[in-house]
């Protein structure tokens, strides 16, 4: 499968432990982004990754939302001390920067229960 | 700010028929508008993408157009089967910006 890989695909934790999410990128994507959608609603974004360069953050993500992508491939998504509200699908998604018109391609998700 | 929104929020209609979904945009200066389907609990899969300088574009069954002076797009799809059940998304890049600013979707189910 060469589409955008997201590990795990579910995730139960109890409220104020930390998760960390994993995406695997289209192998010649450099532009990596992140979303989350809880239910009913469409994604939202989060931030997004050109390269390593982390060069833009939403307000969603607070303090507790941590995000990397050190070596320009593969990204994580860490959340601190989960809370209730933090239950969403976190999607990951890439892109190809050849110019700003590029389709971008979404993952499967990872589920977050906090219970 | 970016505005998207999706209407209806949920349609249904027996299989065969043609059926049309609307995305209304509140900024007309985009790069592009996507079309996206979702299955219950599953990721997001691309269907159409539209440049800012295109119309309209097709993809079997799929058709979906672009007016960007009137903030609109919808996506037509042809004699609908129930796989076709699904929510749709319709999500715009706007100029300036990486991010899509995704509608709430279209919750589609196509009786048999």
């Known amino acids: 499968d060469t589409g955008v890989s997201q590990d795990p695909r579910h995730k139960i934790t109890k409220r104020g432990q930390n998760v960390t999410f994993r995406c695997d990128p289209i192998?010649?994507?450099?532009?990596l982004y992140w979303y989350r959608q809880t239910l009913g609603q469409g994604p939202e974004f989060l931030t997004y990754?050109?390269?390593?360069?982390?060069?833009?953050k939403s307000r969603l993500l607070s303090d507790r939302f941590s995000a990397e992508r050190p070596k320009g491939s593969f990204s994580t998504l860490e959340i601190q001390r989960t809370e209730q509200g933090d239950s969403a699908m976190y999607l990951c998604?890439?892109?190809?920067?050849?110019?700003?018109?590029?389709?971008?391609?979404f993952g499967q998700g990872t589920r977050l229960t906090v219970v | 700010k970016q505005e998207v929104t999706q209407i209806p929020a949920a349609l249904s209609v027996p299989e065969g028929e043609n059926l049309v979904l609307n995305c209304s945009f509140t900024?007309?200066?985009?790069?592009?508008l996507q079309w996206f389907r979702q299955d219950p609990g599953k990721g997001l899969t691309s269907l159409l993408l539209?440049?800012?300088?295109?119309r309209e574009q097709t993809s079997g069954r799929l058709n979906a157009s672009l007016d960007k002076s009137s903030g609109r797009s919808t996506l037509y799809i042809a004699a609908s089967q129930p796989g076709d059940s699904a929510t749709y998304l319709c999500?715009?890049?706007?100029?300036?910006?990486?991010?899509?600013?995704f509608g709430q979707g279209t919750r589609l189910t196509i009786n048999p």
């Open positions: 998604a890439s892109s190809l920067l050849l110019s700003r018109d590029t389709e971008a391609f």
């Open positions: 192998s010649e994507h450099n532009r």
């Open positions: 990754f050109q390269n390593e360069a982390q060069l833009e």
């Open positions: 900024d007309s200066a985009i790069y592009n």
């Open positions: 539209i440049q800012s300088s295109q």
């Open positions: 999500a715009v890049k706007a100029q300036g910006a990486q991010k899509l600013v």
